[in-house]
């Protein structure tokens, strides 16, 4: 059985807390969305022009990972854009949260799958 899951609001809150404490990357809450069960997207930006998207999923064991929303590579930050607001259309409850990573060196915590 997996572990209970935290409310978002309490996880995003706990992330952004430890991500901002690290000098490499700035980690801003872009939209906030359902407090109790809503799911994020993480916009990596390069501030270079250029973007990722990860999108929340849970694995078959019931564990948070990441998936690949905007592909393997880095996508012009326009295209990365257009992606986050068709989640938002599909998902009102939606959270984003933005990484500013010029170095390429953020990694979030669950697996990348």
Request: hydrophobic letters at 45%; proline letters at 5%.
């Amino acid at each position: 059985m997996p572990a209970p899951r935290l409310k978002t609001d309490l996880w995003a809150a706990a992330l952004l807390r430890r991500w901002n404490h690290d000098t490499a990357v700035v980690a801003t809450l872009v939209r906030r969305g359902d407090a109790d069960a809503g799911s994020v997207l993480l916009k990596i930006s390069r501030l270079d022009g250029t973007a990722t998207v990860l999108s929340q999923t849970v694995t078959a064991e019931g564990e948070r990972a990441w998936m690949r929303g905007t592909g393997a590579s880095p996508v012009a930050d326009a295209e990365a854009e257009a992606y986050i607001q068709r989640q938002r259309k599909r998902d009102p409850d939606l959270w984003v949260i933005e990484i500013e990573d010029r170095r390429g060196l953020f990694a979030p915590d669950e697996p990348v799958i």
